[in-house]
């Protein structure tokens, strides 16, 4: 276990080498950033000499060397949009994302496998087919769509919500939360329904189907004639062999939600690293677009690595695969 | 009985110390947040206004953009190359220091430093020393005459020289490097406003400043002011009509009924500095974009003039703008210095169009790329449209490619200048004719004329006249000059001049009073709550 945690840890760094690699020969496309940090009055000279400072000039090897050599000091570098180093803005901004991100994902967990256990167990009820009708429109509908329409109807017309922002938060050290008061709350709610939505009808189809599948298998069959309780039956038997595959999605998904929270976060001005990123494109601030996408994918690499340690835990035949291996070996 | 009423007193003394009858906060949300409180730190229209509720700068300007006495009381000219501001004396900054002379030559180094971006506000005007006569005195000694020395000089933010000493801030933010600049985040000016916190990108807040020199004359009543960026315009909208904002802009023309519909909502519209412009490629000896070879036909003035009368300039306004701007002959706009009535619009007659084509030998008509941004100005991207389909009607096939700002401008500015026609917007910064004379009609060269002339547009006859304009200090003589000068130009159709759009702020019923300045600057000061 601890060799393949140290393997796959290794390995991370070979894909955040090439996701920078990759986000460095695209930057050629993002524009002109130095067009973007001066006013209308600073002179062609002052323009050239600023792209030279900046080391812009220079062929995309050596800017990604030069990158690559910095951060490997443990400098990112200055954003060019706001002036300041960009390890602390991504810090400031990594707890909004994670806390959206991981709300959503509880919220589309625990409201997604309850709905898509009912809708197995109950296929023919009218409550069935509403689930199955409203996660249609949640899977359809593009997430700035449900955010403006949730903002519309609950920050708007209802005034219940705030329509943006992150309420007030509260810092404990260098983590700065919302999910301690209650305006932080309120605030959360929007953007997390709306970022959890597509995730929720994933799990709850996904479960569904699952768990007809193995409501039809012969072991629930013995089981239902030993005479065991139906809820034991559903959940201990059926809905546990199930899990893999949900496990497998919902952690692959995690990375996805934290991936793309941008349009969520820019669509309820979340102060996260979405909308962090989403403004250096606008600006082509490389800085702060390299570090982000090398931070997302470290995080990617993270969480299938706790997908694969979770297959253990969940599923006793990859443990005993392991241990013949190594017996035999 | 008589303990009662002292209670009674006593509880309605506390009661007005703390909620002070004239305690109004203020919300504001602006599209973007303010890239620094630095004010060196960009020149850009948003960020420096914002600033100016802070810092403040020897002269200032009144919501009719008329320039008045700031942090110096007065000024004259000495001599000709030699101007003398008195300075006022008893303004305190924020953190209790004095201002005197010497932070006056301490921002006059730190302006033109490596990594400011004002470095035109001394250098522009030519200004090539900065003494200090006594504590409340200060000349400023230019290489030539300049009649229009102190004119962008509202944005040139006065900054302490103790505190900048103190907090190790005496040179801009670099660039490159690691190190964040402590005037990044923190302020310490003289305004009527104190930074009481800032969290970037997220929430800026402000609060008065009880000490402020004019604050007996000041009209608003705000004393705390929340400024908080939103993004994307359906949310900024949203949390105006549901009552989060007290002010929200810009409302993109689309929302504007719907602002003004809702209870407790309405859009201020007012005319804008800003002129909208399409340029042509009249240097090349053969378009990059076109299909006509070897020779290039903008440069033939029948061509351009046939293209102008070819715009439908009131389709535009009312479909495009939905009325909202205001079709222009000129590259400026009424509040410009230079602009006159005088000008009108050659008149929409695409029948004219065509014959001029035919004689210029082009009566097939050609084909031409274009550049235009999609998210720079008011509906940039649907006027460029709407102009290929006018063109299409006089046989002019456009191709039109439209792209974000940061690759647009990489494309079409200088050095690379990379298109054959394109649409931009300009402000003069100084509120002055020279500014767009000099940086779109001259003959571009190594000292920064013609530096936005991104056509390379070339007539020595009004070089020679911006140059004289640029030191005649007689203003009627310099008025007139300005005026031959736009003559030539517009008579050369070195441009196709479309409009200036209009702003739009989205108010609520809170606020009793505010001041839209033309230059789309927001001061709070001007601000009247309920």
Redesign the interface.
């Known amino acids: 276990m601890i060799a393949l945690v140290i393997r796959r840890l290794l390995q991370s760094v070979a894909v955040m080498l090439a996701v920078a690699l990759i986000a460095f020969s695209l930057f050629r496309f993002v524009g002109d950033p130095v067009a973007q940090m001066v006013g209308q009055e600073t002179t062609l000279q002052q323009r050239a000499e600023l792209r030279e400072q900046l080391g812009l000039n220079d062929p995309m090897p050596i800017q990604f060397a030069r990158y690559v050599r910095n951060i490997a000091q443990g400098e990112f570098g200055i954003s060019y949009r706001l002036g300041r180093p960009v390890h602390q803005l991504l810090g400031e901004r990594l707890p909004a994302t994670l806390e959206l991100s991981l709300v959503a994902a509880l919220f589309a967990l625990l409201v997604g496998v309850p709905m898509g256990v009912y809708t197995a167990l109950y296929p023919q009820r009218w409550l069935s087919r509403a689930f199955l009708t409203l996660s249609l429109v949640g899977i359809s509908l593009p997430t700035f769509l449900i955010g403006i329409l949730l903002i519309l109807v609950f920050g708007v017309v209802l005034g219940w919500l705030p329509t943006f922002g992150r309420g007030e938060v509260v810092d404990i050290g260098f983590w700065s939360t919302g999910l301690l008061s209650a305006s932080g709350w309120r605030s959360i709610i929007m953007p997390a329904f709306t970022l959890g939505m597509f995730q929720l009808t994933l799990i709850m189809r996904l479960v569904r189907s699952e768990m007809l599948e193995v409501l039809r298998t012969d072991y629930i069959k013995f089981a239902r004639a030993r005479g065991l309780r139906a809820r034991t039956i559903n959940f201990r038997h059926a809905l546990k062999n199930t899990l893999v595959p949900v496990i497998t999605i919902t952690g692959l998904q995690l990375g996805a939600i934290i991936a793309f929270a941008i349009i969520t976060e820019s669509v309820f001005q979340w102060p996260g690293m979405g909308l962090l990123f989403l403004q250096a494109i606008q600006f082509a601030d490389i800085p702060v677009m390299a570090s982000y996408l090398v931070l997302i994918s470290l995080f990617f690499v993270i969480i299938n690595l706790v997908v694969d340690v979770l297959y253990h835990v969940v599923d006793p035949r990859l443990r005993a695969e392991r241990a013949v291996a190594m017996g035999n070996r | 009985m008589l303990r009662t009423t002292a209670i009674v007193a006593a509880s309605a003394t506390i009661l007005a110390a703390s909620l002070p009858a004239h305690a109004k906060d203020f919300r504001f949300a602006f599209q ?1 947040d303010a ?2 409180m ?1 004010p060196y ?4 229209s948003f960020t420096l206004g914002f600033q100016g509720n802070i810092y403040e700068g020897l002269v200032g300007r009144g919501p009719a953009l008329d320039i008045l006495p700031s942090l110096a009381t007065e000024w004259s000219v000495e001599e000709p190359t030699r101007w003398r501001f008195k300075l006022r004396q008893g303004v305190k900054y924020h953190d209790g220091r004095s201002f005197t002379a010497d932070d006056v030559v301490f921002s006059a180094e730190r302006v033109q430093k490596e990594g400011s ?4 506000r001394l250098a ?1 005007p030519g200004v090539v020393d900065v003494i200090k006569i006594d504590d409340y005195t200060v000349d400023f000694v230019t290489a030539k005459p300049n009649p229009i020395l102190h004119v962008e000089w509202e944005t040139w933010s006065i900054i302490s020289k103790g505190w900048a000493e103190e907090h190790n801030a005496t040179d801009p ?9 402590y005037a ?2 923190n302020a310490n000016g003289t305004g009527p406003y104190i930074l009481e916190s800032r ?5 800026t807040v402000l609060r008065e400043n009880p000490d402020w020199w004019d604050r007996a004359n000041k009209r608003g009543n705000v004393t705390r002011v929340v400024m ?5 315009d ?2 900024r909208v ?2 105006l ?4 904002l007290d002010l929200a802009y810009p409302i993109s023309v689309q929302d504007i009924e719907r602002v003004n519909r809702t209870a407790g909502t309405r859009v201020l519209v007012g005319p804008e500095l800003r002129t909208i412009y399409l340029g042509m490629d009249q240097f090349r000896d053969e378009l990059l974009y076109s299909n006509v070879k070897g020779t290039n036909p903008l440069k033939d003035k029948r061509v351009r003039q046939a293209m102008y009368q070819a715009i439908d300039i009131e389709a535009i306004k009312s479909k495009v703008m939905r009325g909202l701007s205001n079709p222009s002959a000129m590259m400026v706009g009424p509040g410009i210095n230079g602009y006159s009535e005088k000008f009108k619009r050659l008149p929409y007659d695409p029948d004219a169009s065509r014959r001029l084509l035919s004689e210029a030998g082009y009566g097939d008509g050609f084909e031409i790329g274009m550049d235009c941004p999609n ?1 720079r100005y008011v509906n940039d991207e649907t006027i460029c449209q709407a102009f290929v389909s006018m063109m299409a009607r006089i046989g002019i096939k456009v191709d039109l490619n439209a792209q ?7 494309k079409v ?3 690379k200048m990379d298109t054959s026609l394109f649409l931009l917007g ?1 402000t003069p ?1 100084s509120y002055d004719s020279h500014n767009p004379l000099f ?1 779109l009609h001259g003959c571009q060269n ?1 000292s ?1 004329n013609g ?2 002339n991104l056509g390379r547009y070339c007539n020595p006859e009004v070089d020679a006249l911006t140059s004289q304009i640029l030191s005649e200090t007689d203003t009627d003589k310099r008025n007139a000059l300005i005026e031959q000068a736009w003559t030539k130009t517009i008579d050369d159709v070195a441009y196709l001049p479309l409009h200036q759009q209009a702003l739009a702020w989205g108010i609520s019923d809170g606020v009793a009073d505010i001041a839209q300045r033309a230059d789309n600057v927001f001061h709070v000061r001007h601000v009247v709550m309920k």
């Not at chain 2, 969290?199 to 929430?203: L, M, Q, S, T």
């Not at chain 2, 908080?228 to 994307?232: C, L, M, R, S, V």
Request: glycine letters at 8%; proline letters at 5%; hydrophobic letters at 35%.
């Open positions: 973007a890239n620094s630095d730190n960009v020149n850009e971006d004002l470095k035109a522009t933010q670099a660039v490159t490097g690691s190190e964040e600049n990044t985040r969290e970037v990108d997220v929430r908080t960026p939103i993004g994307t359906a949310t949203a949390a009509l549901s009552g989060e998210n974000p700002r940061s690759q647009y401008f990489a500015l200088a050095p300009w910064g940086l190594d920064g530096q936005f």
